[in-house]
């Protein structure tokens, strides 16, 4: 399989649950982020892995922990969400954080907190 | 990073050229522009991305005014699959993040 894949493509899950969203990248690339997308609003960055260290945290709420394990996956594991936490999660990897370097994106997860 | 300004829609008819205009009048000297499409529920999908120079790619052409204040995305021969939300962003590269903005809303109509 090529490319960034995501698991689940779609999610729902109650307030007291506890989730995690998989995405995997068979691209070579070292960069991984994860993306926030909500209904009518632009794409929020959340956060940024490169070489497995965590670069950027977009003042993320605590309920979402991001994990990296290796270069090629990334993992956000969901506990005690909110309604308004309902979006689209997608994630997208690069090969570097360098200059002129494109992101690809995955399919995303579509996520619906009860 | 310096903000993007883009129409909200446009319209352009199947096999004609389509032009979507971004205004980036703060762009600083080291921001690239990127250009970035989102099919209806799918993960965005990157098109091209320039510096000063225009580009050209298989998918599109990037022109970039020789100011860079402002950059026009070219897709030749628009066909139906190319309905999709369109988003310019302009980066500075150190720190990898791409803003996204509201984008442009493109509809091919046969």
């Known amino acids: 399989e090529t490319g960034v894949t995501q698991t689940p493509r779609h999610l729902v899950m109650g307030m007291t649950n506890k989730k995690s969203l998989k995405c995997e990248q068979h691209l070579g690339h070292n960069a991984m982020y994860w993306y926030k997308q909500s209904a009518k609003k632009p794409l929020e960055l959340m956060f940024v892995y490169n070489f497995k260290e965590q670069t950027e945290n977009n003042s993320v709420p605590s309920r979402f922990s991001p994990e990296c394990p290796n270069s090629s996956h990334l993992f956000l594991h969901l506990h005690t969400l909110q309604p308004e936490d309902s979006a689209l999660y997608l994630c997208?990897?690069?090969?570097?954080?360098?200059?002129?370097?494109?992101?690809?994106f995955g399919p995303g997860t579509r996520l619906t907190v009860l | 990073d310096a903000k993007t300004t883009q129409p909200p829609s446009m319209d352009c008819a199947e096999g004609r050229a389509a032009n979507l205009p971004c205004n980036h009048s703060?762009?600083?000297?080291?921001?690239?522009v990127y250009w970035y499409r989102q099919i209806h529920s799918q993960g965005p999908q990157y098109i091209i991305h320039g510096l000063k120079n225009n580009e050209t790619n298989e998918m599109a052409s990037l022109i970039i005014t020789e100011d860079r204040k402002s950059s026009t995305l070219i897709l030749p021969h628009a066909t139906l699959r190319d309905t999709a939300v369109y988003y310019c962003i302009v980066r500075q590269n150190s720190w990898g993040k791409l803003q996204f903005g509201a984008g442009t809303q493109v509809v091919v109509t046969p």
């Open positions: 703060t762009i600083s000297g080291n921001e690239y």
């Open positions: 997208a990897s690069s090969l570097s954080l360098g200059e002129g370097v494109e992101q690809f």
